[in-house]
């Protein structure tokens, strides 16, 4: 029989603005570090903030309408899933993920199915053992022209990553990824970690890589002479599409959020900007690599190298998965490496191409942080603590910006 009201079992309607709802929608998705609120509570909040009482499948055609993301790290899978929480050191099992991803998150499970047809494109690699190739290169998906905050200010980052383990080796944020003496130095950083260059190395012919290429030849004549120092294919850029799927595209989506935030026209937002996000995405970057490290390789038929194990392990103990396999890695002397150090101009020319901003501003950033509190960063408040801090630093400008 036709239902002459219009009106459902859940009731008649009092819907709020698109507007209202797409904002409140939106700040639900990136709450709990990115991964949302969970359905039922949202459902909840609608109810308590609005009086909008709608049931799933209605819900869920809401947020397709309006284009709001059910999960910001929508891309990640049971395995991750399973391998960020044990970071935290909570162990669960593969079907207690999987039943919540069913429940909560069922576009994103479907999304990730084969059907899809997202595939890795892979390569196989004739290679001897750990630190037979490292692989260089870096990452502007947040940087300047990326963000468009309307000057130079982004953040770039920096890394490499054993071809032979998938081992990250080091992956950080960089004022500028197109310098060669700031690439140069970020190598001797990691070649002093172990006292060890790789093999080889490859890159991309970008002109970031000249010094770390003399670098690497003047170490290799030195340690190991008949052996070729670098080698130039196209970089596997298949890390940072597991970064992206991972923690990028939320930490992408938070930073453009503050947009209306941040004012080039104020000298000091940079530094302020540089200060409050640089130390929390760098913390996101190691948590990153650390869960990547350990997470376990699916087994591939036509990869030449072992597969099945994390890469941390291929690392330790090598020869237990491949009886032919041996660690690459050249020793070099520490004092071959100071030496390269001072044909960069130093420490003190390092501390200069990593400075985020001057240590008078720096002094003063803490000063208003400690006024507010000391609050720790956090994804979803990062932006709320730059507002907060530079109203205080715009109060005290006359006191630290003379």
């Known amino acids: 029989m036709p239902n002459a009201t219009g ?15 797409t904002e409140f929608l939106t700040q639900c998705a990136y709450q709990n570090g990115g991964r949302g609120v969970e359905i039922t509570q949202q459902l909840q909040l609608l109810q308590s903030k609005f009086g909008l009482s709608i049931g799933k499948s209605k819900f869920f055609e809401l947020k397709k309408r309006l284009q709001i993301p059910s999960d910001p790290a929508g891309c990640w899978g049971v395995g991750q899933v399973r391998g960020r929480v044990a970071q935290t050191g909570i162990l669960v099992t593969r079907q207690v993920v999987r039943d919540y991803a069913v429940n909560n998150h069922p576009e994103q499970v479907a999304q990730r199915m084969r059907s899809t047809g997202r595939k890795i494109p892979r390569k196989p690699l004739d290679l001897l053992g750990p630190l037979h190739q490292v692989h260089w290169d870096g990452h502007e998906k947040m940087g300047w022209q990326a963000l468009r905050f309307g000057d130079k200010t982004g953040l770039n980052v920096y890394g490499g990553r054993c071809a032979w383990t998938s081992r990250i080796v080091k992956l950080v944020l960089v004022p500028n990824a197109r310098c060669s ?10 070649v002093e970690e172990g006292n060890v260059i790789p093999l080889t190395n490859f890159s991309d012919k970008g002109t970031e890589v000249v010094e770390m290429m003399k670098i690497q030849t003047r170490l290799r004549q030195l340690a190991a002479p008949d052996i070729d120092p670098f080698e130039y294919p ?16 939320t930490l992408k989506a938070e930073l453009l959020n503050g947009a209306a935030y941040y004012n080039p026209s104020i000298s000091f937002h940079a530094f302020l900007f540089y200060w409050v996000w640089v130390p929390f995405v760098q913390s996101k970057l190691d948590e990153w690599v650390a869960y990547y490290n350990a997470h376990v390789i699916r087994k591939q038929a036509d990869k030449i190298a072992p597969t099945g194990v994390s890469p941390d392990m291929l690392t330790f103990s090598p020869e237990m998965y491949d009886v032919n396999a ?13 030496e390269e150090r001072a044909l960069l101009g130093g420490l003190e020319e390092r501390a200069r191409l990593f400075e985020w901003y001057p ?4 002094d003063a950033a803490r000063d208003a942080w400690t006024t507010i509190g000391s609050p720790t960063r956090q ?5 709320t603590l ?10 005290r400008a006359d006191d630290w910006a003379s």
């Not at 196209?234 to 595209?249: E, I, K, P, V, Y």
């Not at 240590?359 to 720096?362: A, M, R």
Request: proline share 3%; hydrophobic share 35%.
């Open 234 to 249: 196209a970089f596997r850029q298949g890390l940072w599409r597991w970064h992206r799927d991972a923690d990028g595209r």
């Open 379 to 383: 994804l979803e408040t990062c932006w």
């Open 181 to 190: 003496r700031t690439i140069g130095h970020l190598y001797l950083d990691w």
């Open 359 to 362: 240590s008078t501003f720096d």
């Open 326 to 338: 041996h660690d690459k890695s050249i020793r070099v002397e520490k004092d071959w490496v100071n």
């Open 7 to 21: 009106v459902n079992g859940y009731g008649p309607k009092n819907w709020p603005s698109d507007e209202v709802l």
């Open 386 to 395: 730059f507002q907060n801090m530079s109203a205080i630093l715009i109060d």
